[in-house]
C-alpha cells in the first residue's frame, strides 16, 4: 500500500520560514518523480516544485512565484522529499500536497495534504 505522509504544516508570519516534509512507503522511491503541489480553496491545484528520478538526473522545477524562496530536496535512502520555504508571503498560503509519479507507466499518488498559513 502507498503512503505519502507529509509534516511540517503550520501557522508563520510574513517573512518566515517553514519546512515540510513527505515520507513515501509502498513504492520504489528513487524511480519516482517527487513533487509539492498546492491548493486554496476555490482554486486548481498548482504545482510549486519537483525534483525528477535518480535515473533522469534529479533535477528540480518551480513556479515562478516560489522561485527564490523555495528548495525542493529529496533523500532516497530515508524515502523522503522537503519543501524548504522561505520569506513566506500570505499568497502561499494553501493546503500542501506531496506528489509521487512513475515517469514510466504514469502512476500517480498523493498525500493527504498539509495546511500553510501565512498570516500577520
Known amino acids: 500500500q502507498v503512503q505519502l505522509v507529509e509534516s511540517g504544516g503550520g501557522s508563520v508570519q510574513p517573512g518566515g520560514s517553514l519546512t515540510l516534509s513527505c515520507a513515501a512507503s509502498?513504492?520504489?522511491?528513487?524511480?519516482?518523480?517527487m513533487a509539492w503541489y498546492r491548493q486554496d480553496p476555490g482554486k486548481t491545484r498548482e504545482l510549486v516544485a519537483s525534483?525528477?528520478?535518480?535515473?533522469?538526473?534529479?533535477?528540480?522545477n518551480y513556479a515562478d512565484s516560489v522561485k527564490g524562496r523555495f528548495a525542493i530536496s529529496r533523500d532516497n535512502a530515508k524515502k523522503m522529499v522537503n519543501l524548504q520555504m522561505n520569506s513566506l508571503r500570505p499568497d502561499d498560503t494553501a493546503v500542501y500536497y506531496c506528489?509521487?509519479?512513475?515517469?514510466?507507466?504514469?502512476?500517480?499518488?498523493w498525500g493527504q495534504g498539509t495546511q500553510v498559513t501565512v498570516s500577520s
Open positions: 506528489n509521487a509519479k512513475n515517469p514510466f507507466n504514469n502512476d500517480e499518488f
Open positions: 509502498g513504492i520504489i522511491f528513487k524511480l519516482h518523480t
Open positions: 525534483v525528477t528520478s535518480v535515473t533522469t538526473g534529479g533535477g528540480t
